[in-house]
């Protein structure tokens, strides 16, 4: 099924093949990236090296955020925004800038127009994470998982890590220098419980110290 989307409320555009699942006559769209189909049955599979991660690449919104265009939003698809301390998001000017418009330089590394923004104008502890589990009609498998994430960050920073929690086992990579370019980072070893994870970024930073985060990918180790 081709879906032509209008998600962004800017647009059509960004079509994508998806698969769909019922409810006797009622559609359910199945948010994978990586699937295998029987042409002839028309029976379709959940593919080993599908990425789990939803907004992946922070292209859902294709705006700034927080944005007062309709559709008036104050977080990116997919993901919870948690201000631990700083400036709450919201549609006034001193907001938080949650994304970035990346240049037409990134984009020779990184996938797309969009990607995470943490900073603050003041000293700020910032975590944004999202919950991956079954769905009516995939299962999401317990198995080992691999989560990476490129990353370009300032210095300034007391916390800034990546992590993944499932079950009462909680795994993290700290990064500790800053990075100029886009570098890529690599959490392995994630162990899956209950058919449940949450990943995420929490940074820990002075005023207007920033992480830019893109093409987040959660895939079943080989």
């Given amino acids: 099924m081709v879906i032509v989307t209008d998600f962004a409320g800017n647009g059509l555009g960004y079509n994508q093949w998806c698969p ?23 029976e379709w ?14 292209e859902a919104d294709r705006k700034e955020m927080p944005s007062s265009k309709k559709p008036v939003q104050t977080r990116l698809r997919g993901w919870e925004t948690t201000i631990i301390q700083g400036t709450e998001v919201s ?20 996938i797309g127009e969009r990607s995470l923004n943490m900073s603050d104008q003041v000293d700020f502890t910032r975590q944004v994470h999202q919950v991956i589990s079954s769905s009516p009609h995939v299962e999401f498998p317990n198995a080992t998982y691999t ?24 795994f993290k990579i700290t990064v500790k220098e800053e990075n100029d370019n886009w570098s890529t980072i690599t959490l392995e070893g994630i162990k899956v419980k209950d058919n449940e994870v949450e990943i995420g970024f929490l940074a820990d930073g002075k005023a207007r110290a920033f992480c830019l985060v893109d093409d987040v990918t959660l895939l079943k180790a080989n």
Avoid: C, Q
Avoid at 22 to 42: I, K, R
Avoid at 45 to 58: I, L, T, Y
Avoid at 155 to 170: P, T
């Fill in 20 to 42: 769909l699942s019922f409810n006797g006559d009622v559609p359910y769209f199945n948010s994978l990236n990586s699937w295998n189909l029987d042409a002839e049955t028309g």
């Fill in 45 to 58: 599979e959940v593919a080993d090296d599908n990425n789990w991660v939803n907004n992946a690449s922070f």
């Fill in 91 to 110: 549609l006034e000017p001193n907001s938080p800038k949650l994304n970035h418009a990346n240049t037409e330089e990134e984009r020779k590394v990184v």
């Fill in 147 to 170: 989560l990476t994430a490129k990353i370009k960050n300032s210095g300034n920073f007391n916390k800034l890590e990546m992590y993944a929690k499932s079950g009462k086992k909680h």
